[in-house]
């Protein structure tokens, strides 16, 4: 069965400091993988995807990047953090299915990166 | 601006009673998905519709979709304490590339027994 693991469950962060977060996916070949921002009680903001190691879209200008270094594993990065980019952080995959057939998105247990 | 609504944003109800969710949007979509969503948790799918005029039901939890596909509601019978969480639904426009999901603001419900 797959599974996805994502941490650390929760950080606290001063301003102007490093971010990384760290996603892996189990028991399936080549996911796509995403990485979504939550407002508290809102709904899910698509920041990167990737299809592929090393293929990175990103979905919206912010103080953020990730990479995708091995085929089931994602990351989150920053080198400079700022206030605004508080929230609750979370990981997906779903299956790499042709684009006319519709997948599922598997979800991490998600990050609360709090920066201070 | 959002590409999918959702209303209400809060729902309180008692145990027993009956809802409706609404998620609505101005484009077309080839599919659309229902997740809820647990507090620290990651959303779990719920159901996928992909055909106008579509009904899907799970257990007490009834999916339509819109016939133009511009639109899905869920209707909950007898909502139960269990029911409680954000539902969120989300969905692929159609001529997009198929990883651009995009998520509504979701629905926060909250059952009281």
């Known amino acids: 069965s797959q599974t996805i693991h994502q941490w650390p469950a929760t950080l606290v962060q001063p301003v102007g400091s490093p971010l990384s977060l760290e996603c892996t996916v189990e028991?399936?070949?080549?996911?796509?993988l995403y990485w979504y921002r939550q407002a508290a009680g809102r709904g899910l903001q698509l920041l990167f995807y990737?299809?592929?190691?090393?293929?990175i879209s990103s979905e919206v200008p912010q103080n953020l990047s990730a990479s995708r270094p091995q085929d089931r594993q994602f990351i989150l990065s920053s080198k400079k953090l700022l206030l605004s980019d508080s929230g609750f952080y979370l990981c997906?995959?779903?299956?790499?299915?042709?684009?006319?057939?519709?997948?599922?998105?598997?979800f991490g247990q998600g990050t609360r990166l709090t920066v201070v | 601006t959002q590409l999918l609504e959702q209303s209400p944003q809060f729902l309180s109800i008692q145990e027993g009673e009956n809802l409706t969710v609404y998620c609505n949007s101005s484009?077309?979509?080839?599919?659309l998905q229902w997740y809820r969503q647990e507090p620290g948790e990651g959303p779990v799918l719920l159901v996928t519709?992909?055909?106008?005029?579509e009904v899907k039901k799970l257990k007490r939890l009834t999916f339509q979709f819109g016939d133009a596909r511009k639109d899905s509601s869920l209707h909950i019978t007898a909502a139960q304490p269990g029911d409680t969480g954000l539902y969120l639904c989300?969905?692929?426009?159609?001529?997009?590339?198929?990883?651009?999901?995009?998520f509504g603001p979701g629905t926060s419900l909250s059952v009281i027994p």
């Open positions: 028991g399936t070949s080549n996911p796509n």
């Open positions: 484009s077309v979509f080839s599919s």
């Open positions: 519709v992909v055909t106008g005029g």
């Open positions: 989300a969905g692929r426009r159609e001529q997009t590339s198929y990883d651009k999901v995009i």
């Open positions: 990737s299809v592929g190691i090393g293929q």
């Open positions: 997906a995959w779903s299956r790499p299915l042709p684009p006319w057939l519709d997948t599922e998105a598997f």
